[in-house]
């Protein structure tokens, strides 16, 4: 059990950062539920586009008593408070820590990933130095599914679901204009790990359609590589259907670097983190050229993360559930940690709730383990990884029935 801390009495601010999902706002619902039913907490505000509202003392005041309020955040996809990416410079977490005074803020809950991890733990050291009574909780957000400590990550189960569809319909598509598409790539989100690409080998194909090749950043291959796949893939089926990640990697002198970015990134964050240009237009670029096959690719982009239509119901019932266990621990006085997913069991699945300290968490990747990684991109993926992830897609995919 992690250490508790003297509470005080106070107002809870709630705010939502990073790339919205399908589930976050399932996460502030559960917040504003358990923060309703908790004495300790004397008001309840919403940052207004997370750490940015914070500093600008722009939020707005939530009542979790209101049962549609409740029943409508959880069925809504993307971020209510709106979102941000900020990192805070020393200066500013100051004019947070006064801000939190002025306003006998007790509790923070910043619902994010690996950089609003970073923000808590900051704000919660500066609160520990000041003498300042604060209790600062993460609420678990990713749908890179890359936070170590947890099992996985709210909003991780609806993307794969969305991934592991949209690949069966890409495939179906590629059947049917095979005669004058035979190539299709689909880049997916995932910034440094592959958990996102991966979900495209659970793709629920008909029988007798052919899988999709699949490719995952924890495995570079060079672009040669993946046009030979593309050829031998062609030659057996007529069609091809290509998954990678937005960074896919590749080999290089210097050490794997993002496929077919040999220059600087186009951006870089206020975290640090580079975006560069699209490996899947590169690659078509390069089939077209070089194996005279027409090749096109998708890229979902935002509309993966928040696709609600496809939301994984277990998703939707752990983001919940992560939101009220903060608000618990931050009123037992266990700030400093994020609200962890721990698997009981598969059959039948089974998960609770847990912490963990957010120096384990903040600035940290969780990569796709060895064990989930199959070893070729016809076989992507493990068994193992299959029994990971199908209890986090919220029921049975769709049948579909192609005529061969």
Known sequence: MSPRRPVLAGALLVGQSGGPTAVINSSLAGVLYEAARQPAVRAVYGLRHGIRGLLAEDWQSLDGRDPRLIAGLRATPSAALGSARHRLDNTEIAQALAVLRRHDVRFLLLIGGNDSADTAARLAEAALLAGYPLQAVAVPKTIDNDLPA???????????????????????????????????????MGRYAGWVAAAATLAPLPAGLPPPLVYVPERPVAAEQVLADVEAAYRAD?????????????????????????????????????????????????????????????KPGTLQRTARALVSRVDER???????????????????????????????????????????????????????????????????????????????????????
């Open 150 to 188: 947890t099992d996985h990550c709210p909003g991780y189960g609806s993307i794969a679901r969305y991934v592991a569809v949209a690949t069966a319909e890409a495939v179906l598509d590629t059947a049917a204009m095979r005669q004058t598409d035979p190539v299709k790539l689909i880049e997916v």
């Open 238 to 298: 007529n069609q091809v259907v290509v998954v990678l990640s937005e960074n896919q990697t590749e080999p290089s002198p210097q050490g794997p670097r993002v496929l077919g970015a040999d220059g600087e990134p186009e951006w870089v964050d206020a975290f640090g983190h580079p975006y560069y240009p699209s490996p899947a237009a590169y690659l078509c670029r390069r089939i077209r050229a070089e194996l005279g096959l027409r090749a096109r690719y998708d």
């Open 318 to 404: 752990e983001a919940f559930a992560v939101g009220r266990a903060a608000v618990r621990a931050a009123v037992r006085g266990q700030g400093g940690h994020m609200v962890t997913l721990v698997r009981r069991g598969d059959v039948p699945y089974r998960v609770a709730t847990g912490l963990a300290p957010l120096a384990a968490v903040a600035n940290q990747h969780r990569l796709l383990p060895a064990e989930f990684i199959g070893p070729d991109a016809r076989a992507a993926t493990t068994l193992a990884f299959e029994a990971y992830l199908r209890p986090l897609l919220g029921g049975p995919l769709p049948e579909f029935r192609a005529l061969r």
